[in-house]
């Protein structure tokens, strides 16, 4: 098969202990996973379901990048998550079964242009302009569950600068894991290759041109971003 240009490289995660990588094929997110963070952008609290957004897998940008100040916008967030990579393909995926489709975790950034997306959501239009652009989608290494295990409370953090912005557990995920799977594959085949960001906690704030970004998740990993300057037109 001949392609008009190139065709470009398939993103992909390091696997930590191991020279494989994880080829990511989609990327969904959670949106307003933890109570106190939906309440401090104010937003009512659902917790009947979960909805999601998505992002593209071009998006993908490992730890420890620098990455330019995104155009559009100047309220630039960071948003620290846990990451679930799918290893097993499945539909309608019963919650008692959904952990086994699991094959490990990372610790994610979520980055956000916090401006355009309240424009958005006032307007009642697609949040895409917001969450799904250039380096948006900051992973970490992937720890294997057969190493980890599955993590259900844990410390989640994110440092700027060395400075604590966000302090929570994961424990308070109003959709758990099993749960955020099992509801997903009702309107999704999931397949090896998808990574689901599960929701950010309370203390998302803004970051500049300079500033260093530091997460972690207790028994996950850590992750890293530097955030450098705008690209010129």
């Not at 392609?3 to 490289?9: D, K, R, S």
């Not at 593209?56 to 309220?75: E, I, M, Q, R």
């Not at 844990?154 to 557990?169: F, H, M, P, W, Y």
Request: proline fraction near 8%; charged fraction near 20%; glycine fraction near 10%.
């Amino acid at each position: 098969m001949k392609y008009l240009f190139t065709p470009p490289a398939v993103p992909s995660v390091p696997i930590r202990g191991s020279d494989e990588h994880f080829p990511i094929r989609r990327i969904f997110c959670v949106g307003r996973n933890y109570e106190a963070h939906a309440r401090e952008l104010g937003n009512e609290v659902d917790r009947e379901t979960p909805f999601y957004f998505t992002k593209s897998s071009a998006h993908y940008v490992s730890s420890g990048a620098t990455v330019a100040y995104p155009p559009g916008t100047a309220n630039y967030h960071h948003e620290m998550e846990l990451v679930v990579a799918i290893g097993k393909a499945g539909f309608q995926i019963p919650e008692g079964k959904a952990l086994a489709h699991v094959f490990g975790y990372a610790c994610g950034l979520d980055m956000t242009r916090r401006d355009l997306q309240k424009q958005l959501r006032d307007k009642q239009l697609p949040w895409d302009l917001a969450k799904d652009f250039e380096n948006a989608a900051v992973v970490s290494t992937l720890a294997p569950a057969s190493d980890i295990g599955h993590p259900g409370k844990a410390k989640i953090e994110l440092k700027v600068n060395g400075d604590i912005r966000q302090s929570s557990n994961i424990g308070l995920m109003i959709h758990p894991v099993p749960a955020i799977i099992a509801h997903l594959s009702r309107f999704y085949h999931l397949q090896p290759g998808d990574l689901i960001f599960t929701g950010t906690p309370e203390g998302v704030g803004p970051v500049i041109a300079g500033d260093r970004i530091e997460g972690m998740i207790e028994g996950v990993g850590e992750i890293a971003l530097n955030i450098g300057l705008a690209k010129s037109p």
